[in-house]
């Protein structure tokens, strides 16, 4: 089993930036694949940012690439996202995600997830 715990979450105005943060206890955290997900409100949960075990590989969004950076510290057994030049269309619940196997963009692949934390991005 693994728990992860995001924090970081706010209200931002927009061009802002917050970093969120996703701590992870339980099995080795560094044998896992993470990604964060987001889900606007009404809408359906969508793919934000992997980053593999290593934290060598990493794939973004179209929506977000250029502007968040995923990365990761296995000493901490945390991810990170960092989000600058936020806009109001990023305002989403943000979740992390951790998956024994590959990278992946799809969320039902991902075995372990937080609860979430609230990233509001006002105009």
């Known amino acids: 089993q693994v728990q992860l715990v995001e924090s970081g979450g706010g209200l931002v105005q927009a061009g802002g930036s917050l970093r969120l943060s996703c701590a992870a206890s339980?099995?080795?955290?560094?044998?896992?694949?993470m990604g964060w997900f987001r889900q606007p409100p009404g809408k359906e949960r969508e793919f934000v940012a992997a980053?593999?075990?290593?934290?060598?590989?990493?794939e973004y969004a179209d929506s977000v690439k250029g502007r968040f950076t995923i990365s990761r510290d296995n000493a901490k057994n945390t991810v990170y996202l960092q989000m600058n030049s936020l806009k109001p269309e990023d305002t989403a619940v943000y979740y992390c995600?951790?998956?024994?196997?590959?990278?992946?963009?799809?969320?039902?692949?991902?075995?372990?997830w937080g609860q979430g934390t609230q990233v509001t991005v006002s105009s």
């Open positions: 995600a951790a998956r024994s196997l590959g990278m992946s963009r799809r969320f039902y692949e991902y075995q372990y």
């Open positions: 339980g099995r080795t955290f560094s044998s896992y694949c």
């Open positions: 980053i593999s075990w290593s934290g060598g590989r990493t």
